[in-house]
């Protein structure tokens, strides 16, 4: 991962292998920033020249390089495209920071300015996006090519902002490579000791649940789930409890290591790339990771239940009943719906704490992917400020959602003749069912939300932020909306 260093010295001045700048989309061309313009002026308007030459338009996520020729201290000029002037954001900048972060990854030496006039937000967003344009998932391979090199980015922009650039993006990645890792390392044991691995460096009590404990404990639902599988499941707890604590919130997340759809098999097509259904857990882990860093006002308290859906002479049937943790019995209708099981148990035990409002996010359902497709997160809530919390910490992190309703029509969808509830809806409206299936297992008076992120948990192809692969979506907004939940 580059180094990021502050400077407050003049970029041009500086001796580096890139220099990078933003523009902005003009209607008669790129129109350079403020560092941009005066570049230009030193290289008597030649940089604007070959921008022209080039045809650059300055649109979000595009850049420019080009050589100075000895011209300046920098070896190359990078022109980071911002999108229009008026529409640039904190996210804009993140975007641009990342795409040109990945063209420079050859660059040991870089000089980076493109968040002036965005104050903290802008130098955070800068960090952020080129720490998560550098990401990149370390191969398992009998070779050890991957070559060392460090990159040092120089940037404007007070410490602290800096820092929570870093912290950010470093959340991000931690969950990325979790859920890049493949399911048969990443075991539900696995995932727990790395969970362990994160409370100690990043200062949080941890209490691991193990399979004895949950059977003790009437934990039915995450033990249904388990029982097809050879590994045995965990529900891991993380706990942060800074000293003055404003507040108190609970954040779960589903930790689903391979999702083979048990007994309901998925097709080899669906199957593929099931191990990213832990993503809401290692969002969560990932959040926990830097709260202390941070030094969050609020304290958060993390529940995260791991478990495989597989195929076993133990596996649950379809047309079991399940008695959850707190007691509500399921019909499980169809074993490919083995995300709400375990939350359900899990949302059950949080809400036998005080807590001000609660949190799941989860890769909980293929109709979330087809209604809001890949970049977009479903949220719901049963409060309206804390859908509205939540929606604007997505639009400050760059994570988009959108609201989806609880809506109480579909509640019959769940009806059963033998137990309190289906597991399973019908497909009409099943990310819907799916979260009113959820809801149901929260305590009385509890403010909560759910974040499907079946879409957005995972890319399918290079973004300007990171690679293919686990997105690490949510992590960010959740530390936003904790972390303002603190102000
Ligand atoms: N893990 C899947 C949801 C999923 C689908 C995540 C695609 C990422 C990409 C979940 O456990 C699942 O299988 N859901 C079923 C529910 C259905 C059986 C009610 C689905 O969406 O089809
Ligand atoms: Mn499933
Ligand atoms: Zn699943």
């Avoid at 949080?204 to 590994?231: H, M, P, Q, Y």
């Avoid at 048990?262 to 669906?270: D, E, T």
């Amino acid at each position: 991962m580059p180094q990021i260093i502050t400077s407050e010295e003049d970029p041009l001045e500086l001796s580096c292998d890139a220099l990078v700048v933003g523009a902005f989309e003009g209607s008669d061309g790129p129109q350079l920033s403020t560092v941009g313009v005066a570049l230009d002026e030193r290289l008597g308007g030649a940089l604007s020249e070959a921008l022209l030459a080039e045809g650059f338009k300055a649109k979000r996520g595009t850049s420019s390089l080009i050589a100075t020729l000895g011209r300046v201290p920098a070896g190359t000029i990078a022109v980071a495209g911002l999108g229009a002037k008026d529409a640039v954001d904190p996210s804009s900048v993140r975007r641009a920071a990342g795409a040109v972060a990945k063209r420079l990854s050859e660059r040991t030496e870089v000089v980076a300015v493109l968040d002036e006039g965005y104050g903290d937000a802008g130098s955070a967003a800068q960090v952020e996006g080129y720490l998560l344009g550098s990401y990149r998932y370390e191969k398992i391979s009998s070779r050890d090519d991957t070559p060392e090199r460090t990159t040092r980015v120089l940037v404007h922009g007070s410490a602290a902002s800096v820092e929570r650039g870093i912290a950010y993006a470093e959340a991000t990645n931690r969950a990325r490579d979790l859920v890049n890792d493949p399911p048969d390392r990443l075991t539900p044991k696995a995932f727990a000791a790395r969970a362990k691995n994160v409370a100690d460096i990043g200062g949080l009590a941890c209490k691991i649940l193990d399979e004895v404990e949950l059977a003790n404990g009437g934990f039915g639902g995450i033990l249904a789930v388990a029982a097809g599988s050879a590994e045995p499941p965990r529900l891991v707890e993380l706990n942060y409890d800074p000293p003055g604590a404003t507040g108190r919130v609970t954040i779960i997340g589903k930790g689903v290591t391979y999702d083979s759809g048990g007994l309901s098999i998925k097709s080899a097509a669906g199957m593929q790339n099931m191990k990213t259904d832990m993503g809401g857990g290692a969002a969560v882990i990932g959040a926990m990771s830097v709260l202390a860093k941070l030094g969050t006002l609020v304290a958060v308290r993390a529940l995260i239940p791991m478990t495989e859906n597989m195929i076993g002479p133990a596996a649950m049937r379809v047309d079991d009943v399940i008695v959850h943790y707190g007691g509500r019995t399921t019909e499980m209708n169809n074993a490919d719906a083995e995300g709400r099981l375990i939350l359900a148990d899990t949302i059950a035990l949080a809400s036998e704490e005080p807590s001000d409002a609660m949190v799941d996010i989860a890769t909980l359902t293929g109709h979330m992917v087809v209604g809001l497709g890949d970049k977009i997160g479903g949220l719901f809530a049963n409060d309206s400020d804390l859908m509205d919390e939540l929606k604007a910490a997505g639009d400050l992190a760059g994570e988009d959602l959108w609201p989806m309703p609880l809506y109480e029509g579909y509640e019959k969808h769940l009806d059963s003749q033998v137990a309190d509830q289906k597991s399973a809806g019908k497909r009409e409206g099943g990310g819907i069912s799916a979260a009113l299936f959820i809801q149901r297992f929260v305590g009385t008076g509890i403010p909560w939300a759910h974040l499907d992120i079946a879409g957005p948990g995972r890319a399918d192809a290079p973004h300007d932020l990171g690679p293919k692969g686990g997105t690490g979506f949510g992590t960010r907004t959740l530390l936003e909306w904790i972390e303002a939940r603190g102000r």
